[in-house]
């Protein structure tokens, strides 16, 4: 399905601009679909007509969260012949508002539509067809009000004012028509308030009856209307009683032949979000604490194991310990970077950096040994992050140690290379030297390495991946060439 900027782009003749208005007409039109209780088409005239008769393309289309919806098929990017939309091509070719009748599918009778014409600066561009439903009067209060906003953005629409030039796409947790709406005059005071909002407005103290009062006398401190009213441009504000009570408001203002004649203030009652926002907050930096101090305690393990293996005077002990202490400043690494980091995912390339300076520090033959790393592993979630960094420090580490000790040439220069990918179900690293290669007859499975054996049940065993270890024969400089490949599980 192609999206309204791709069939504006595609099958009408509007300009960059123009179809701009219109994204934010769409963006913003939720309001209007729920003030008006109507379904909502958005259609602009063809620019190739085939057989020369003037026909419309369907660029949008929404229902109201307020009422059943009468247009039940999706009618996005259907063409319709002008004959067939008649008053709605009338209204976008005379420039005014025409209110008849439509037939539609699976309604036994003829519906109130109004076509509105939607004008950009000085030049209509498209139609609204605001899909009303039966002819009836409003019911109450609550529905003429509504009823009499909604009239007044089809107003606005036609007069380029709405959607409003700077205003940006409604975001989630923006207020919407049935979470609380008020509307007030010119000069802010109050006509008319729904239940939903006297209830936001009792959360934030105000128990007096709004109606008749001035928005800026309830006692809420907030200077949104009067904002709106001054700029004629929409303003949304938290506003907070305390520290328990926060409501969202945005308030749209209605303009007239630009001035501006009034406003809707939307008002929803968000405490309970802000409340789960400073949960989620407070265990982040919780978790991140936890990782902080359990990067300090292997630190200081670490530390402990190199006093160790300096006073250790068998030789082999005191490898041993050194090797031990390598792993665990390994899996600190991860937990520093998780401890810096919100969330559970790692970035990788982080880690990769601190792993080469290790296997760089570690370097003790007589020539040097230079490093490269190509591509890159993206984020990895710590379950994963933790024993990747351990076997890919051990594989670095035996490159180092076991690739280039006891060579001859002592002015050949080493090269370990990394080359690391990702796609959204697995991770790769190959890792290659130009060292001495495997020993011969090498078998992985049965090895007496610990390092090898680490590694392999790390990666086979602890993260189901593959791992394969080969002499490199492809080139003159022969080799060592370890692959890696561990497959993302979605959780």
């Known amino acids: 399905m192609a999206t ?22 769409l963006g913003s039109w939720s309001l209007l679909a729920d003030l008006s209780f109507a379904d909502l088409l958005l259609a602009a005239p063809v620019s190739v007509v085939h057989g020369g008769e003037p026909q419309l393309v369907v660029l949008g289309q929404i229902r109201p969260n307020n009422r059943s919806t009468l247009i039940t098929q999706d009618l996005v990017g259907q063409t319709v012949p002008a004959r067939r939309w008649d008053l709605a091509h009338d209204a976008l070719t005379s420039g005014r508002l025409v209110e008849g009748t439509i037939e539609i599918r699976n309604v036994a009778e003829d519906v109130v539509v109004w076509n509105v014409p939607v004008r950009y600066r000085d030049e209509v561009i498209a139609v609204l067809l605001r899909v009303q439903g039966p002819t009836r009067s409003p ?6 009000t509504y009823l009499d906003v909604s009239e007044r953005i089809c107003s606005m629409v036609s007069e380029s004012a709405f959607p409003y030039p700077d205003e940006e796409v409604a975001a989630e947790e923006t207020p919407r028509v049935g979470d609380g709406a008020i509307v007030v005059d ?23 009856p709004p109606d008749g009062s001035f928005f800026n006398d309830l006692g809420i401190q907030s200077t949104v209307v009067t904002t709106a009213l001054a700029t004629g441009s ?32 939307l008002l929803r009652d968000v405490t309970d979000l802000r409340r789960l926002d400073r949960l989620v907050l407070s265990k982040d930096a919780a978790i991140r604490e936890v990782h902080h101090r359990v990067k300090n305690n292997l630190q200081t393990i670490s530390a402990l194991l190199r006093l160790q293996a300096r006073r250790t005077e068998a030789e082999d002990g005191s490898l041993a310990l050194l090797e031990a202490e390598r792993r665990i ?10 401890s810096k980091e919100p969330g559970d995912q790692v ?20 020539h040097p040994v230079e490093f490269s790393v190509h591509g890159e592993l993206g984020e990895a979630t710590a379950d994963i992050a933790t024993p990747l960094a351990v076997a890919i420090a051990e594989i670095l580490q035996n490159a180092v140690e ?41 078998d992985m499975d049965n090895t007496d390495s610990l390092g090898v054996s680490i590694v392999r049940d790390l990666i086979c065993t602890q993260l189901q991946g593959e791992l394969t270890m080969e002499n490199v024969v492809d080139d003159d400089q022969g080799g060592t060439k370890v692959s890696v490949r561990i497959p993302l599980f979605e959780k």
């Open 402 to 442: 076991h690739g280039f000790v006891g060579e001859d040439s002592s002015d050949r220069v080493g090269h370990v290379a990394v080359e690391l990918g990702h796609s959204r179900k697995e991770l790769w690293a190959e890792i290659r030297d130009n060292g001495q290669g495997l020993p011969v007859g090498f």
């Open 139 to 144: 019911a109450n209060l609550f529905e003429r």
């Open 329 to 338: 400043r390994s899996i600190a690494i991860v937990h520093e970077i998780l």
């Open 4 to 25: 309204p900027s791709e069939l504006a782009r595609l099958r009408t003749s509007l300009t960059e601009d123009q179809t701009e208005h219109l994204q934010r007409l």
């Open 347 to 366: 970035p990788f390339d982080e880690i990769i950096r601190s792993l080469i300076q290790m296997a760089e520090d570690s370097v003790v033959v007589e």
């Open 186 to 208: 010119a000069r802010g005071r109050v006509e008319y308030a729904t239940p939903n909002a006297v209830n936001a407005l009792h959360r934030m103290g105000v128990y007096s």
């Open 234 to 265: 929409p303003v949304i504000e938290e506003i907070h009683k305390g520290k328990d009570v926060a409501v969202l408001a945005h308030c749209v203002p209605l303009l007239e032949d630009g001035l501006v004649t009034g406003a809707l203030i």
